[in-house]
């Protein structure tokens, strides 16, 4: 099996397990992981399929500007995926459109504060006295208009960025621990908006 | 296989999906597809049943009216579909009890506004600088009182119809692309009543 | 098979559909079928076992005050099961721990209010101009207590008891009737107190 | 198969369990189960893994203090499970991150106050007349600084113990009468939030 054809079984599981949980409706979302480095090169789902339903082949291999290496048609996203990885050295980034982080960036417009909570050490940060703040970016298009907002307020401790009125990414070494920051990071949002709506 | 029962285990499969995303409760909702054009023919799932067990003999086969052509008892509701169907030229249309979209026409009964929100893409809209209004109209039993209200709010570019205190009808050129269309929306509004509890 | 084996599986199966969507958290609730009219004797969830877990010989078969009839132990509330299948002349009464209509029953103690809804005709009633008063009974260890107060409310076109502070009792001809009652019963609970929820 | 590694088989499948249900997030949470009386001798869920993803093997063998016997790291938090076992003398201790439970300490840091409600049998308590107040202990690294907290806290008649920002640990005679606790307090702390939520 080749690299590109593994990376594609892989990333169709994972797409399967996102939608499941909701956080891939219709057609949503996106994950790539690296191939190569040098130059650049991802493996990243295929556009405008249902991602509960992928198979191995629904993939498609992009350079770092996004652009597909030998066929196919690459999420418009895959520029900013590639720019993510660039930037951070991730071995693989997912977004997805839960809906916890598109609500906290509305309520956080300038960066979700999250800070003294255990899951944090799930995100790769401290469980106390470590202000995490996530980046929020306004939603765009341009994919490079994106990746300049995202390079702007890049921290490499800091392994998410949610894009306003959107969804989240986050990164890791590969996609198990993408996978767990999400849903650390996920968890985090749901109880920060759950501690404004009971008041405390 | 004749085009009825293909139709018939395809409104199955994709009933029992609902399902178990909590959207058909009871015995509830309805979904359709065009068998014939000329004249107006869809294939309907049959009243009264549970739509997590539907096999592909559950259908019903409706005309413009709703009326059943060739035996079997179809919802009340297929004369709505047909109207849909007649006036949009969709190819399949859902009708589901999913909550979020009858909670937001509670809060907006003169239709759900939304903008400037990435998912409005998965719905066939822009995601910048076009409103969408989600056309609201007011329960009731008569299906010609009901199809009226439709047409007179009708835009080809709003696949969504939302009858207060009751659920939401969203339509497509065939049972996926009216899926993907419906998942997207019913995120947008649980974004958007989500948005108003937090306070933001 | 015995009745009471086959009612044993019936009632297994359904458990463990109502364990799956949350309703019978721990050992909480239990399900019953009438097996006999005269004298009444009905089948009810063995006490103390995992809902998601029960084989058909998990059953007791008890009268019309809920003693066991032929060993085992039942339910504690089957006397009020044996009350309400005698009252009502249900075939299949259901009690569950679902979060709505425990905290419905919070908000409108002297019974829970629900008009001019389309899902109201999945609880037997008419979807206009209908008002439908769900009763809500104070909690309580002795069964010939509630079963009173039970009694006192009880109106043969709503075929549901809310239990405050504790569950819901819902019941039907048969446990497919009940459930589906069920089913859009704690839909309208939840769309009502969503309605409070967002200011509506 | 030796007595560690049939534990470890039981602590994988009630992992996944938890983790199904959105409860061990990420590599959030660990069970345990006691070996050995004399000395105490827990078996750990092993540290850093997919909690839906354990097998028999993943599991240590662990002293009073929460240290290794015999190979393996186990979770941090092994030397408190070690303490709640040899206070209480529970034969298993779970502990996952669901949400109700950290944002229920959060609105009531002093320890969550519930009382006359049924479900609370299926914790233990009474359902009438019986305050029922679940510990607060506040979140560390240091696993005796919390097993004192925990420990001038603790009661017999109150199997759980919440850790502020963080998660909750319930424990009972085996892994399924933990579990049947841990649901019946989890939906009581839904209740108690839902009840502030909707201003009841």
Redesign the interface.
């Known amino acids: 099996m080749t690299a590109l054809a593994e990376a594609g079984r892989a990333l169709a599981a994972e797409a399967a397990r996102y939608a499941g949980m909701g956080w891939m409706?219709?057609?949503?979302g996106n994950l790539s992981v690296v191939l190569d480095r040098d130059p650049l090169r991802l493996a990243v789902t295929a556009s405008g399929l249902?991602k509960g339903e992928l198979t191995e082949t629904d993939v498609v291999e992009v350079d770092a500007e996004g652009g597909a290496v030998s066929g196919g048609v690459p999420s418009a996203e895959a520029g900013l995926h590639a720019r993510i990885a660039a930037i951070s050295g991730a071995g693989a980034v997912v977004h997805v459109?839960a809906?916890a982080p598109?609500?906290a960036a509305?309520?956080w417009p300038g960066g979700v504060p999250l800070r003294?909570?255990?899951?944090l050490k799930?995100f790769g940060r401290a469980?106390?006295d470590d202000l995490v703040t996530v980046p929020v970016i306004d939603?765009?298009?341009d994919m490079r208009v994106l990746g300049e907002a995202f390079q702007r307020g890049y921290r490499a401790d800091t392994p998410a960025l949610i894009?306003a009125?959107?969804?989240i990414y986050v990164w890791g070494a590969d996609l198990?621990e993408a996978?767990?920051?999400l849903?650390?990071l996920?968890?985090l949002l749901?109880?920060t908006?759950?501690?404004?709506?009971?008041?405390?």
Chains 1, 2, 3, 4 share one sequence.
């Open positions: 409706r219709g057609t949503s249902d459109h809906l598109v609500l509305q309520r003294d909570l255990e899951m799930g469980a106390h939603n765009g298009q894009v009125r959107h969804g198990r996978r767990h920051r849903e650390c996920e968890w749901r109880f908006l759950g501690t404004i709506l009971d008041g405390s």
